[in-house]
Nanobody
C-alpha cells in the first residue's frame, strides 16, 4: 500500500505565494506521472499540473506562468510552487501518483487534500 501525504496549504492574500509538497511512502518500485488536482466548492475536480518521471511538466491554461510543478524522485516527492495567487485559486488541492510495484503493475493513489485559500 502507498500513502500520499500533502502539506503546505493555508491562507494567503491575493498576489501571494505558497508551496505545496506531497510525499509518497510505502512499497514503491517506481512512480510514473505525479500530478496536482484541485476542487473548489461546488465545482468538479480539475487537473492543475502533471510531471512525468523524467521531469516533463504540463499545466492547465489557468495556471501557466504562475505555478511550477517539480519532483524529487529520490524522495518520492512532488511539489507545486504557486505564485501570483488569485481568489479563483481557492480550492482543496490533491496530489495524485501512478505507482508501479515490483510486478510493474500500476496503481493510482490520491492524497487526502490540503486547503488553499486566497483572500484579503
Amino acid at each position: 500500500q502507498v500513502q500520499l501525504v500533502e502539506s503546505g496549504g493555508g491562507l494567503v492574500q491575493p498576489g501571494g505565494s505558497l508551496r505545496l509538497s506531497c510525499a509518497a511512502s510505502g512499497i514503491i518500485f517506481r512512480i510514473d506521472t505525479m500530478a496536482w488536482y484541485r476542487q473548489a466548492p461546488g465545482k468538479e475536480r480539475e487537473l492543475v499540473a502533471t510531471i512525468s518521471n523524467g521531469g516533463s511538466p504540463n499545466y492547465a491554461d489557468s495556471v501557466k506562468g504562475r505555478f511550477t510543478i517539480s519532483r524529487d524522485n529520490a524522495r518520492n516527492t512532488v511539489y507545486l510552487s504557486m505564485n501570483s495567487l488569485e481568489p479563483e485559486d481557492t480550492a482543496v488541492y490533491y496530489c495524485n501518483a501512478k505507482v508501479r510495484d515490483s510486478s510493474w503493475y500500476t496503481s493510482n493513489y490520491w492524497g487526502q487534500g490540503t486547503q488553499v485559500t486566497v483572500s484579503s
